[in-house]
């Protein structure tokens, strides 16, 4: 049984045509050009690739395993090190009584990455227990080995993400309760690069402790060279939870030790970080009582069934754009300005009046505009909605 292909980060797609579709190709499309990992090709690459993966596994379907194993060959030499292909290889090599050559591709799909995220697919499962294709190899005492050091991938992957990264300002140490930012890091970046960014200086002047979660997909075979929240946006709108999930996790450890000031409790989010943060708070709109997004788009068909309830209960946010953002690339016109009306028309279709949209622009004369942007938001934030004035009886 082949392992299904992996989610190539290509995003072109010509059949979207209604303005809202639209956005949703631009939060797609920015992801490409800040992506760091392998999974990085052209549209036409993509196409080559998924041509191949295709041939290739209704080969190894039919029984054509020398096909098959030259076909995932050549997804290779498209997406070089990709720990799928050479995990169907290993099958077909398995299949054919090929077991030392099996194990040296089931080595390397191991040594690539196979099984240490599995979000969508458990890949550990299949190897230990539901792919028929290996039975030959299980029973090989060499088996034992290398599936102890998939697991073993697998858990430091686990563990690094959910390892605590939390600041909190000196000035809130003996405070009863904490206000608290909950902070997203990019597509390719970590959250300790986060922690030095001018966010705490943020957090300082406000008096807000942070709390970082983590991606749980490493953009390499190095995690310190960053993480990546998902690979595939068409994943992610199908089950965002799951992508989501150290968020909440993050937040809920923070809890053990900390008692949270229900009433100032926000999150934010860069690039990719940007669109999970918005739908996180949109999910729990009772929960943040804010949201800041910084250059990237809404992704409008994940708010649309969760606007109506957050609008209720006056949810708030800010979207900044930077006009040197990469979702330029996904418009025709490059035209932050549209980008910008689109966006706010989207949240007003969607009842939600108090996220605002906006354009900046960075330059080396105000080094300090994004601190800025976000201390005026948040202040924004943590001042109380007033209650609308009682209607004089007649």
Known sequence: MCSPPPEVASWENHTMRTWLNALLLAALLCLTASAQGPKDLTPAK??????????????????????????????????????????????????????????????????????????????????????????????????????????????????RVNRQVVYVPAALENAETLPVLVLL???????????????????DELGLALVLPSARQPVSRDPAQGMTWFANAQTYLKGALKYERTVSAALDAFKKTHKLDKNRTFIAGEGQGGMVAFNVAITSPRLYSGVIVFDAPVIVPLAKPKAANAAKVGFRGRVFVNNNAAMLSARSDSDIGQLVKDLSAAMTSLGLDKVSVAAYATDAAQPNLRKNLALEALREFMTPVKAPEPVPAK
């Open 185 to 203: 890091h990019d597509q390719g970046q970590t959250r300790e690069a986060l922690l030095l960014s001018p966010w705490k200086a943020v957090a």
């Open 46 to 159: 993509a196409a080559e690739y998924s041509s191949l993966f295709e041939s290739a596994t209704s080969a190894h379907k039919s029984g054509k395993y020398d096909d098959a194993i030259a076909g995932f060959t050549q997804c290779l030499a498209v997406l070089p090190e990709d720990p799928v292909c050479a995990y169907n290889i290993t099958c077909g090599h398995s299949l054919k009584g090929s077991l030392d050559v099996a194990f040296e591709w089931f080595d390397k799909a191991i040594g690539w990455g196979f099984g240490e995220v599995n979000i969508d697919d458990d890949q550990i499962a299949l190897a230990e227990s539901t792919d028929t294709d290996l039975a030959a190899m299980r029973a090989d005492p060499r088996f034992e080995k290398s599936l102890a050091t998939m697991k073993a991938n697998a858990k430091a992957v686990e563990e």
